[in-house]
């Protein structure tokens, strides 16, 4: 099958589709990269996605969720466009959708989440049957809905002869651990709290929106880590929850950041602005501690030969080199050392999830989500050409 994943992710930074060929069984899969394309969004965009997120009220979310159809068909198509190809040679698009909140369960009370992006007016657009709201059905089986990528970073990224560690940077984090390909041993997978996000929150309250990221780490290198409030920022909850357990925005996120200028202002007298410059170092440091401490608590050390990093954190430099000596003498490396496209993986991942769909391939791994058992992930929307 030749399949499209979409994917937004929780940085707001844009659409990553990519374009795979994929076919096999459950248990081996054979499958290539046919083309990928990043689509950043506009100004406008990002703040329309905040917005829904900080203000959703039904008009809000009614709108974004058609607008996000709207700009996943445009990637869809580029993603073809660039493969050389035409939407009539697609079979199939799994998308994820853009995620506006994320409930955890607590107790005996069962969580919710909420992906937005309109699968009809994909389908509309493109022609092309799609597969969508992948979270909802382990979330309505009592599990957390997140992390979803380690059914397939074990089907299409275990290594023949070892385990790996393969960790997502992205605006949230999480890891998971790949036994080698064709061991019986069970995946461990979750969140471990705050990626890019809280950083990107503050680069952006620092230069007044002219930058959103954290170009190679530059500022958190040239910043001084502020112990006092990193040591209260680790004692949060979330930090202390054993797996499985997952996390977004509605936690760490812009609000969070926020609430940290206003108190370093009026702590130390400085600007607004002035305080978030001086929380990257700090937030950033958090970030690398929190998924070093995650990793050396719950994975068994001695069972992993490599910590394999992706997404839009593994191109920061200063992250790259503090989880590289927290996890020392653990080998930290970049999904391109080992021939994972780190942008692309993620896309992949869904890509990979809604032909699972199709073929009738549970695609969750219930002891990562807690859910109460494999289930059959996505809703499917029929194209024109009516689905496989």
């Given at each position: 099958?030749?399949?499209?994943?979409?994917?937004?992710?929780?940085?707001?930074?844009?659409?990553?589709?990519?374009?795979?060929?994929?076919?096999?069984?459950?248990?081996?899969?054979?499958?290539?990269?046919?083309?990928?394309?990043?689509?950043?969004?506009?100004?406008?965009?990002?703040?329309?996605?905040?917005?829904?997120?900080?203000?959703?009220?039904?008009?809000?979310?009614?709108?974004?969720?058609?607008?996000?159809?709207?700009?996943?068909?445009?990637?869809?198509?580029?993603?073809?466009?660039?493969?050389?190809?035409?939407?009539?040679?697609?079979?199939?698009?799994?998308?994820?959708?853009?995620?506006?909140?994320?409930?955890?369960?607590?107790?005996?009370?069962?969580?919710?989440?909420?992906?937005?992006?309109?699968?009809?007016?994909?389908?509309?657009?493109?022609?092309?049957?799609?597969?969508?709201?992948?979270?909802?059905?382990?979330?309505?089986?009592?599990?957390?809905?997140?992390?979803?990528?380690?059914?397939?970073?074990?089907?299409?990224?275990?290594?023949?002869?070892?385990?790996?560690?393969?960790?997502?940077?992205?605006?949230?984090?999480?890891?998971?651990?790949?036994?080698?390909?064709?061991?019986?041993?069970?995946?461990?997978?979750?969140?471990?709290?705050?990626?890019?996000?809280?950083?990107?929150?503050?680069?952006?309250?620092?230069?007044?929106?002219?930058?959103?990221?954290?170009?190679?780490?530059?500022?958190?290198?040239?910043?001084?880590?502020?112990?006092?409030?990193?040591?209260?920022?680790?004692?949060?909850?979330?930090?202390?929850?054993?797996?499985?357990?997952?996390?977004?925005?509605?936690?760490?996120?812009?609000?969070?950041?926020?609430?940290?200028?206003?108190?370093?202002?009026?702590?130390?007298?400085?600007?607004?602005?002035?305080?978030?410059?001086?929380?990257?170092?700090?937030?950033?440091?958090?970030?690398?501690?929190?998924?070093?401490?995650?990793?050396?608590?719950?994975?068994?050390?001695?069972?992993?030969?490599?910590?394999?990093?992706?997404?839009?954190?593994?191109?920061n430099t200063f992250l790259m080199e503090r989880l590289a000596s927290l996890l020392h003498p653990m080998p930290v490396i970049g999904g391109s050392d080992v021939g994972i496209d780190g942008d692309a993986k993620e896309a992949i991942v869904f890509g990979a999830l809604a032909w699972a769909h199709v073929r009738g391939i549970p695609g969750n791994i219930p002891t990562a989500t807690g859910s109460s058992g494999p289930r059959v992930l996505g809703s499917m929307t029929p194209g024109r050409n009516k689905g496989h």
């Open positions: 099958m030749r399949v499209i994943g979409l994917m937004s992710g929780t940085s707001l930074d844009g659409i990553d589709a990519a374009l795979i060929d994929i076919d096999g069984t459950a248990q081996d899969v054979q499958w290539s990269l046919r083309a990928f394309v990043d689509v950043p969004f506009s100004t406008a965009q990002r703040s329309a996605i905040h917005d829904a997120i900080a203000h959703g009220s039904a008009e809000r979310l009614c709108r974004i969720n058609a607008d996000l159809g709207e700009w996943l068909a445009d990637a869809a198509a580029r993603v073809v466009a660039t493969a050389g190809l035409r939407l009539e040679d697609v079979d199939l698009i799994g998308s994820h959708g853009q995620t506006l909140w994320h409930i955890p369960p607590v107790a005996d009370h069962r969580g919710a989440t909420l992906q937005l992006g309109c699968a009809a007016t994909i389908a509309e657009r493109t022609g092309i049957s799609v597969v969508s709201d992948f979270r909802s059905r382990d979330v309505a089986a009592y599990g957390q809905g997140a992390p979803l990528v380690p059914w397939a970073d074990r089907l299409l990224f275990a290594h023949a002869d070892h385990a790996r560690v393969l960790i997502n940077i992205g605006g949230m984090a999480n890891l998971t651990w790949v036994p080698p390909r064709g061991e019986a041993a069970d995946v461990l997978a979750f969140d471990t709290g705050p990626g890019n996000a809280l950083i990107d929150a503050a680069i952006e309250a620092a230069t007044g929106g002219e930058r959103i990221y954290d170009q190679d780490g530059a500022m958190a290198r040239a910043g001084i880590v502020d112990e006092a409030v990193l040591a209260s920022l680790l004692q949060h909850a979330f930090f202390q929850a054993p797996p499985p357990r997952s996390t977004g925005r509605e936690v760490f996120g812009r609000a969070f950041v926020q609430d940290l200028i206003h108190r370093s202002a009026q702590r130390t007298g400085k600007s607004e602005a002035e305080a978030a410059g001086g929380l990257v170092a700090t937030l950033s440091e958090l970030t690398a501690r929190t998924i070093a401490d995650a990793l050396l608590a719950f994975v068994p050390a001695h069972t992993v030969a490599e910590a394999v990093v992706t997404g839009g954190g593994a191109r």
